[in-house]
């Protein structure tokens, strides 16, 4: 059976002392509990902040990744962060298509899929995020809109789709403390399976991760779904003690 992987999404979060601290508690919680050898971990960080944490996680197990990507190579686009940049500081995953990004910086499901094919060209993993408005919803239209999503990124990504993982967050349950019942979220990731089944031979081996308000509370139950297969984590990542309990309860 494959690890579960719980990621950390600091989003606009952070600086360099609160770092080092944050850091320093979880590889000394890490190092207490047993089970952390059967979670994958990793922290995706602000750009800024790439180099300082490279040196932080070395040696601690805990991988790196990032927020976003750009969907050119190189050039003139100011602000702009490629996806060879990211690799200089040994970055292994990247997050593509946060609801965030969507929403706030207009980011279309086209965009999305270049984005991951950025990230896996440049030898990284995308976390592809897909999931609903409260408005989608109420109107029953979830299915529909996570499949038309990640159906973008495997209409771009071919045969490479079983080397993403996948992320499902329900718009309304992002930082709002309202979560998915583990019901309603295995649900859609059985969903979300059956599309990446229909495409690749290797579907089991893709990590489908629920988020939205994941917690030190609902973590287990969330987990103990057949496929969901880690978190992503937003506001819970930034407290140590409850992204270790998270992880602790993905340990199997
Ligand atoms: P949350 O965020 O855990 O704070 O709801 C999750 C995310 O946006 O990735």
């Known amino acids: 059976m494959k690890q579960n992987l719980i990621a950390g999404n600091w989003k606009m979060n952070g600086g360099l002392a609160a770092n080092e601290a944050l850091l320093h508690e979880l590889q000394q919680g890490l190092a207490r509990a047993l089970d952390s050898k059967h979670a994958?971990?990793?922290?995706c960080v602000p750009a800024v902040y790439l180099?300082?944490?490279q040196q932080l996680v070395m040696g601690s197990g805990i991988d790196l990744g990032a927020q976003d990507?750009?969907?050119h190579e190189q050039g003139a686009y100011t602000g702009e962060t490629s996806a060879s940049m990211l690799k200089d500081f040994a970055v292994r995953y990247v997050i593509v298509g946060h609801s965030e990004r969507r929403q706030n910086y207009g980011e279309t499901d086209a965009q999305v899929a270049l984005k991951a094919q950025r990230a896996l060209s440049a030898g990284m993993t995308p976390i592809v995020c897909v999931g609903e408005t409260?408005?989608?919803h109420e109107s029953g239209q979830t299915e529909e809109v996570v499949k038309r999503q990640l159906a973008a990124v495997i209409h771009a990504n071919g045969h490479c789709i079983s080397e993403i993982?996948?992320?499902y967050e329900p718009v309304w349950a992002i930082g709002t403390?309202?979560?998915?019942t583990p019901n309603q979220a295995q649900e859609v990731h059985a969903v979300l399976r059956a599309q990446l089944k229909a495409a690749t031979p290797h579907a089991e081996r893709v990590h489908i991760l629920y988020g939205g308000s994941m917690n030190a509370a609902n973590a287990a139950e969330l987990?103990?779904?057949p496929d969901i297969d880690g978190g992503l984590i937003g506001g819970a990542s930034l407290k140590?003690?409850?992204f270790l309990c998270i992880i602790a309860a993905a340990a199997r």
């Open 51 to 53: 180099s300082q944490m």
């Open 223 to 225: 987990l103990s779904q």
């Open 165 to 167: 993982v996948v992320a």
């Open 69 to 71: 990507v750009s969907t």
């Open 240 to 242: 140590p003690a409850d």
């Open 40 to 43: 994958q971990v990793a922290v």
């Open 134 to 136: 409260l408005l989608e």
């Open 177 to 180: 403390g309202k979560t998915a």
